[in-house]
């Protein structure tokens, strides 16, 4: 089968090649025109990475010749759900998780730290109870005494596990609460409204044992070293106003979880060279009132006035389509500009299929002077947003696999960041939340961006200008900036040389 694709394939190209030379001058010319401005295509390559980008490259279109003519074998093309373990076994995802990727700067704090490790972790620690409803984990908690709750039955894990015959099954049931995956999302999941339910159900679930004090100290470093292990070596990520709490049931103010955040990244520093370090980006939800709002706005700017190399600013978030938008809160946002502060905004905006809905967040988020955009989904379809973003250089953070999980897009190849990629803007690539769907950090949506934002014929060069532009986006001081870049470029040349050599072993076998 593949030989006769690969014979028509052949045929085809023969047939291009008989066309007159003034027509294939003027097509050449135009196609030169395009492909000059696509993200990378400004860089040069070391004879290194010229190596490395024929083996990339190679199996890259062997992937796409054997999908041309039944595109449902082409991964990005199915939901990642039923592509996951496929793309794994592909040799241009394999050279990817091996890649130095910079930074992740679109992330969630409560759907980064991975279902295993909350199952095999924390749900062994003493004293973590689950509240189970027709076998169904609704909430989760660390209590000396459990509360009564009439939705739910409250029951310790650690003796539940005890009573079970076999615990592996115990462990799988308990993960089964936990993941979104499924095989047949489509059935599972039939619209927008049905997976956002069961996306927010998540943080309700594991929001118990991740606002536990200990618990919330452990699970900052098993990111970090999760995000590090990845290939990522720098990650700001948004995070609620949280008050965590002790087994005493006594919490501490959300000036303690910056603090132990800092603590936490300072302590990962020294247990890895290699690792630049990580901030956070205060996110309240579209759903609260004006008022609500304007109380974390003040919490935020104070934040960034007390700890300016840990918080970042503020953002808002939410399910966009169902929420209040961000003209509803102007004035509360345009406080700190009216008291003479500063708060840098980082905005959701436009991670929605409708226009000219709530998709005009796009319009308040530049008006508000956003510092980067986060999904922008929408951008291709405002003409003017995208004049503006270019003319101010606004960063957008693409969230490919989140998209399609929340039904925004299902053949990746139709994500409209390809749109913004083909013309060079400003665009990194993030996760947004990969616990929950059992994403890697960051590889497995680097493979989609690779495979299907970008064109075909997009090559190692658009690797590298996403890790690049990841680094260069971040809102790291200038000094963090360069020392980072120079870290990742020793990690760029090092995985160059490990990709090489491992090909050359195989050759030689
Ligand atoms: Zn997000």
């Not at 990727?101 to 759907?111: N, R, V």
Request: glycine letters at 4%; hydrophobic letters at 40%.
């Amino acid at each position: 089968m593949h030989v006769l694709i690969s014979l028509i394939w052949l045929t085809l190209l023969t047939n291009i090649q008989s066309v007159p030379a003034w027509y294939k001058a003027q097509r050449d010319a135009i196609l030169s025109t395009e492909r000059r401005q696509s993200v990378g295509s400004t860089l040069k390559l070391t004879s290194d990475e010229e190596a490395v980008n024929k083996m990339i490259m190679a199996a890259k279109q062997g992937e796409i010749k054997s999908a041309i003519y039944d595109d449902s074998n082409y991964i990005p093309a199915v939901h990642f759900f039923q592509g996951r373990k496929r793309m794994e076994q592909s040799k241009v995802f394999k050279i990817i998780q091996q890649m130095p990727k910079g930074a992740a700067l679109h992330l969630h704090y409560g759907f980064i730290t991975s279902n295993a490790w909350l199952v095999k972790n924390v749900m062994y620690r003493p004293n973590c109870y689950m509240c189970v409803k027709e076998k169904v984990i609704t909430l989760t908690g660390f209590y000396l005494t459990p509360p009564v709750d009439k939705d739910c039955t409250w029951i310790e894990i650690s003796s539940e596990r005890a009573k079970s015959t076999d615990i592996e099954t115990f462990d799988q049931w308990l993960y089964n609460n936990l993941t979104l995956t499924v095989d047949n999302p489509e059935v599972v999941y039939p619209n927008i409204n049905v997976i956002w339910r069961r996306f927010l159900q998540y943080f309700q679930t594991v929001g118990g044992l991740i606002n536990h004090a200990p618990v919330l100290k452990d699970a900052f470093y098993e990111s970090l070293k999760e995000f590090h292990e990845d290939g990522v070596q720098y990650l700001e990520t948004r995070i609620g106003l949280m008050t965590p709490y002790e087994l005493n049931g006594t919490t501490h103010d959300y000036t303690w979880t910056v603090k132990t955040f800092r603590d936490v990244v300072n302590e990962f520093k020294q247990d890895h060279q290699g690792f630049s370090g990580a901030k956070l980006i205060i996110g309240g939800r579209k759903r609260y009132n004006g008022s609500a709002i304007l109380q974390e706005v003040k919490a935020a700017m104070s934040l960034v006035e007390q700890f300016p190399d840990v918080v970042l600013g503020y953002d808002l978030m939410d399910q966009e389509d169902v929420t209040h938008p961000l003209l509803y809160y102007v004035s509360e946002l345009l406080y700190p500009e009216a008291h003479k502060s500063n708060l840098p905004y980082f905005f959701h905006a436009g991670e929605t299929d409708w226009l000219h809905i709530h998709d005009n967040n796009l319009i308040d988020a530049i008006l508000l002077n956003t510092t980067r955009i986060g999904h922008g989904f929408a951008i291709p379809k405002h003409p003017e947003v995208m004049r503006l973003i270019k003319e101010r250089n606004i960063p957008i953070e693409v969230n490919p696999i989140s998209n399609q999980v929340l039904k925004l897009v299902s053949d990746m190849r139709n994500h409209p960041a390809a749109i913004l990629i083909s013309q060079d803007f400003p665009v990194c690539i993030s996760s947004d939340n990969p616990a929950p769907w059992e994403a890697l950090p960051l590889s497995h949506d680097f493979y989609m961006a690779f495979m299907a934002l970008a064109a075909s014929d997009d090559d190692l060069r658009f690797l590298k200008q996403i890790a690049l532009n990841s680094i260069n986006f971040s809102r790291m001081t200038n000094k963090e900036k360069a020392s980072a870049l120079q870290l990742w470029e020793t990690k760029w040349n090092v995985f160059i040389k490990r990709v090489l050599d491992s090909h050359n072993t195989f050759t030689e076998v």
